[in-house]
């Protein structure tokens, strides 16, 4: 059977919202957030708004990116592929996408892809709960190495232990793949998105057949609305029984 992703968060201290730099400059009414994603159709503009975090890309990664994301949308057939981050590594870094899976019932459903210098995106390992659990016992402190195939498991003293001799007829045991820093990188943009998937309160809603579309209705946030948390939603299935009644409504809004 195939495994079933695995979620997990951390508590994280919240930072008051920074002042908006359209503050004082656009009316209240003026929509400021909107419910977008960084599409890879509009990569370079939608970094822009993000840029005041310190961190960019330069033009090679922006055209090596574009070029990438805009190949596998087309032979995985996806509707829409979108940039998810950079994680920075010691000898190389990784670049993140995700695509959505057309929802079947409620939301739709996220597939993550990673990449390094050579921007050929590959599917992240979809962590069982055990396996989950090794990594978190491991509590590697340490940053990526940017090497993908590293095995992160220490070594046994005394080398591996022999397997016990096989009986005639028997199947022979598979022994379980060693996690990799892939385990580990799949695991951390996971509990990530878990925290910072957001977007703004009324952008999405149910429709008929119970699934979470974009609200015709959402025209944005004004630039005062803009700065406040209150005014934003986790977009990832509910884990609250308050949001698991929210959701059971047929007039749900996120």
């Not at 070029?67 to 994680?87: D, N, P």
């Not at 007829?169 to 951390?188: F, H, I, Y």
């Not at 990832?236 to 029984?241: A, E, N, T, V």
Request: proline residues 10%; hydrophobic residues 40%.
């Amino acid at each position: 059977s195939s495994p079933k992703p695995f979620w997990l968060t951390f508590p994280r201290p919240v930072r008051p919202a920074a002042p908006s730099p359209f503050q004082g400059r656009l009316p209240p009414s003026a929509p400021v957030a909107r419910a977008g994603r960084m599409d890879h159709i509009d990569l370079e503009q939608s970094l822009k708004c993000t840029a005041s975090g310190g961190h960019v890309l330069n033009c090679q990664e922006l055209a090596g990116l574009t070029a990438s994301l805009t190949l596998m949308k087309r032979q995985e057939k996806y509707s829409s592929i979108c940039f998810w981050g950079k994680v920075f590594g010691v000898s190389g870094d990784y670049y993140v996408a995700y695509a959505l899976k057309e929802p079947v019932f409620e939301f739709p459903a996220k597939v993550f892809y990673y990449a390094g210098e050579d921007f050929e995106f590959k599917p992240l390992p979809v962590l069982t709960v055990e396996n989950a659990e090794k990594v978190l016992a491991l509590a590697l402190d340490k940053p990526f190495t940017g090497k993908p195939d590293t095995v992160i498991e220490p070594e046994v003293e005394g080398g591996e232990e022999e397997p016990p001799a096989e009986e005639e007829g028997a199947e022979p045991v598979e022994k379980p793949p060693k996690l990799t820093e892939a385990d580990r990188l799949a695991l951390a943009i996971q509990d990530i998105d878990f925290d910072t998937a957001v977007v703004p309160k009324g952008a999405y809603a149910l429709n008929e057949a119970h699934v979470v579309v974009p609200s015709s209705d959402f025209k944005g946030l004004g630039a005062t609305e803009a700065t406040g948390l209150a005014k934003y939603a986790h977009f990832r299935p509910p884990s609250s029984i308050a949001s698991l009644r929210a959701l059971a409504r047929t007039d749900a809004e996120f």
